[in-house]
Structures are given as C-alpha cells and as structure tokens.
C-alpha cells in the first residue's frame, strides 16, 4: 500500500516519535509499505513520521532500488557516532522541491533494530552517513532545515506559507 506523505507544516513532523515495542507481522506489512511509498515517491529514505505514523522507524535505500543489499530497515535507531564533516544538497519528501546544501556528519555510525527486534550497528559514509543521520533526525521531530542558517530556513518557510496560501501546498 503506498501511503500519502504528509507535508512540512503537519505537527508530527515536528513531534519525537514512539519507541517501537511490538516486532510483529503488523510492522513487517508497514515496514513494506513504507519502501512501497518510498520507491513511488522516489525517495532514497523514509521515516514513519512522514506517513503519518509517529513511531520510530525508517527505512533507506541510497540505491534507489538498484541494488536489493541497498534496503535498509531501521527500528529505534540512535546515531551513536559521527566524524568530519560534508556539505552536500539534501532534500526531503516532506518538503518537496526545497534542496539546499546542509552539513552532516561525513562518517555516522546508527545502532538500531531490525525488523525481528535483532540490534545491529552500521557505519555509513557520504550519502550513507547523510541518510542515516536525516532519517534518525526524522524520529526525533527534527527536519534537514534545521540545519540550515536561519536566513535560508526562513526562506523557505516563507515560500511554504505562501504555497499554502494559495492552495498549492
Ligand atoms: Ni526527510
């Protein structure tokens, strides 16, 4: 089932999501659902938030469906470490059309669950490290403008009220 992705400007967004405690079929079919509606929507990932879901899981695929190693599960993820720095045009379902170059970590490292509730770590880097950290921040109410300077943040939430405005957001 592919899912509508809610828009900047929804409160669960903006709100830290729920520790998942039930590893069951139910979060499978989401689990599924969610790379459905990422891959329709063209996104390299997706957090439950984004659907409307406020519960902490995301899923990633930096190779946009090319390469099935590439899809990634993340239940309760925590980025436990980050080195150096990259800055990089990053964009997001929520808000989209908006791209601007925000700075991550160049190195992340995610602990986090599978979809069995079995703890792993990954270390990312680039895109990965990008991912990881955008996707992790999602869980937490946290959006990429968040990182962004204040003047650039401001611009593009003014652009947003006046795109809503007019009915076109
Ligand atoms: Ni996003």
Known sequence: MIYPIVKYGQAVLETPAEPVVAFDGALEKLVSDMF?????????GLAAPQIGIPKRICVIDTSSGEDPKA???????VIVAAEGKQVNEEGCLSLPDFRADTPR?????????????????LTGEG??????CHETDHLNGILFIQHLSMLKRDSIKRKVRKMAKAGQW
């Open 36 to 44: 459905e509606t990422m891959y329709a929507a063209r996104g390299v």
């Open 71 to 77: 899809r990634l599960v993340l239940v309760n993820p």
């Open 105 to 121: 970590p160049a190195r992340a490292t995610v602990r986090a669950q599978d979809v069995q509730g079995r703890e792993f770590t």
């Open 127 to 132: 895109l990965l490290a990008r991912a990881l």
